[in-house]
């Protein structure tokens, strides 16, 4: 068997089959059921946030947050092309100009040194990107935010059940976005959800994910579709009463990764952020002068069947639909750049054991 770069998370065959079995009685399937609010309200409890909408996927989540915000069609929003698809994807979507702010060199999120110097008067929100788990400087993006009376959305989707000096990273901002695919630490199979604190998104959320439909015969807004289902939620009822245990199996896998990669010359690992509990989602692995380049070590472990990935890599501001945007280009963020073609994710799962993290170690050592 390969090992891949990951391995969703599962509870036992049976604790799932038990949670869906009243499914085949009640026959409710979607439409924000019984499943569905409970694990809403866990969910709530767990990131300790006032209020959180459960999406089918994180990207929905995203494009549903952007457009409940009430942002002015056609502003700017400052990001980082340090990020998946989706991140990018959303903004534009959602009828938004992506305007690609670098990294820093320490931790890989949005270099806030740099934010203020791409502020125009079109400028109409900030959308960090908490990357790998490590946590952006969100006191440095508030002071921004406020000072340019700015929107703040984090992409946090690599960031469930990380705190920053003991504040959940469901608190920071004017919401956040979690992503709840089956690659993440926390798992719904697809599935996502959006964190804020404001009260008048409640409805607002409501409306944009389910048609606008406040009851039998009415119809207030011009929604869409992005209800979590059923079998979703019940998976992640499960999978939420392993999470805690689902991680500090996780730290073992890093634990030992660093055991064996630290102090290596010509291999950075991620420096680990003072005050943060983290929540071990990604280790990435920087190839700089080391005797293998990037991508060489990606082939010796394919060779080996073992999956790495080279995370995130292109960079979004790379992308051929994107070109004509003014601050496209991979030039444009130069340390972005740097770390996007040295960067590689090194497999992370919970069941991961260490005598595979060993063979991984000493393909890349030898």
């Given amino acids: 068997m390969p090992i891949n770069v990951t391995r969703s998370s599962m509870p036992s065959y049976e604790e799932f089959c038990e949670e869906i079995k009243e499914l085949w009685d009640s026959r409710w399937l979607t439409n924000m059921g019984k499943k ?21 996927n994180g990207h929905l989540a995203l494009e549903n947050i952007l457009v ?24 534009v979507r959602c009828g938004y100009v992506p305007v690609f702010c670098d990294i820093n060199e320490e931790d890989y999120t949005i270099d806030v040194t740099k934010i203020e110097e791409l502020i ?30 700015l929107k703040v959305i984090y992409d946090a989707a690599h960031a469930f059940g990380v705190t920053y000096n003991g504040v959940s990273s469901a608190c920071f901002g004017d ?16 599935g996502g959800a959006v964190t804020f604190a404001s009260d008048e ?23 869409g579709n992005a209800k979590m289902n059923e079998f979703q939620a019940a998976m992640g009822i499960c999978n939420l009463r392993h999470i805690d245990e689902e991680i500090a199996k996780r730290q073992r896998v890093v634990e030992h990764y660093r055991l064996r990669l630290n ?42 069947d073992i ?18 945007l003014p601050t496209a280009g991979e030039d444009k963020t130069p340390v972005a750049k740097h770390i996007a073609h040295r960067v590689l994710t090194l497999p992370l799962y919970a069941d991961l054991t260490l005598e595979e993290v060993d063979k991984i170690c000493d393909i890349i050592l030898r």
């Fill in 307 to 324: 999956i790495a990935r080279k995370y995130f890599y292109p960079l979004t501001n790379s992308f051929e639909c994107y070109k004509e």
């Fill in 120 to 149: 125009t008067d079109k400028t109409v929100a900030i959308l960090p990107v908490h990357v790998y788990g490590n946590i952006c400087n969100v006191e440095e993006i508030d002071r921004i935010a406020k000072k340019h009376n």
């Fill in 68 to 91: 409940a915000m009430g942002l002015e069609k056609g502003g700017e929003i400052i990001t980082t092309p340090f990020t998946f698809a989706s991140t990018t994807h959303a903004i």
């Fill in 201 to 223: 998104l409640v409805q607002i959320l409501n409306d944009i994910k389910n048609f606008g439909i406040r009851g039998p015969e009415a119809v207030a807004y011009i929604g």
């Fill in 263 to 304: 102090g290596v010359k010509g291999i950075k690992l991620c420096a680990e952020q003072g005050g943060v509990k983290a929540n071990y989602a990604y280790f990435p692995v920087v190839f700089d002068g080391y005797k293998y380049t990037r991508d060489e070590v990606f082939d010796n472990l394919r060779s080996e």
């Fill in 36 to 56: 569905h609010k409970q694990l809403q309200a866990e969910l709530e409890e767990y990131l300790g946030t006032p209020h959180l909408t459960l999406y089918t």
């Fill in 175 to 190: 919401a956040s976005m979690f992503s709840f695919h089956a690659t993440k630490v926390f798992n719904t199979i697809e």
